[in-house]
């Protein structure tokens, strides 16, 4: 099992930017093949935002390409996520996602509301 801790979500008004963090909790003997993440807006199902594989490669979803911008941190334990001219589309419940050893595993979710 591995856990994940996220944080940086709360408001922000239209246009700002929030960075949001996601650590693996415990020592891990594997490298982590993938970190992403997800959000899943209010009354919608959960959509694909960004992932990082361990080389270096990274993928968008066309909806915030170029606006967010995702890294790989602390020995790879760590991803990131900068988003940057926020919109009241991007309010929901971000997750992070770490695929390791064959298993995929979520964060708790963190909330981001932005505000006209």
């Known amino acids: 099992q591995v856990q994940l801790i996220e944080s940086g979500g709360g408001s922000v008004q239209a246009g700002g930017s929030l960075n949001l963090s996601c650590e693996v909790a415990e020592r891990i003997f594997h490298p982590i093949s993938i970190m992403g993440w997800y959000r899943q807006p209010p009354g919608k199902g959960r959509e694909f935002i960004a992932n990082?594989?361990?080389?270096?490669?990274?993928n968008y979803a066309a909806s915030v390409k170029g606006r967010f911008t995702i890294s790989l941190l602390i020995n790879k334990r760590m991803t990131t996520l900068q988003m940057n001219s926020l919109t009241r589309e991007s309010t929901a419940v971000y997750y992070c996602s770490v695929l390791y050893s064959g298993d995929c595993y979520w964060g708790q979710g963190t909330r981001i509301t932005v505000s006209s």
């Open positions: 990082i594989i361990s080389a270096g490669s990274t």
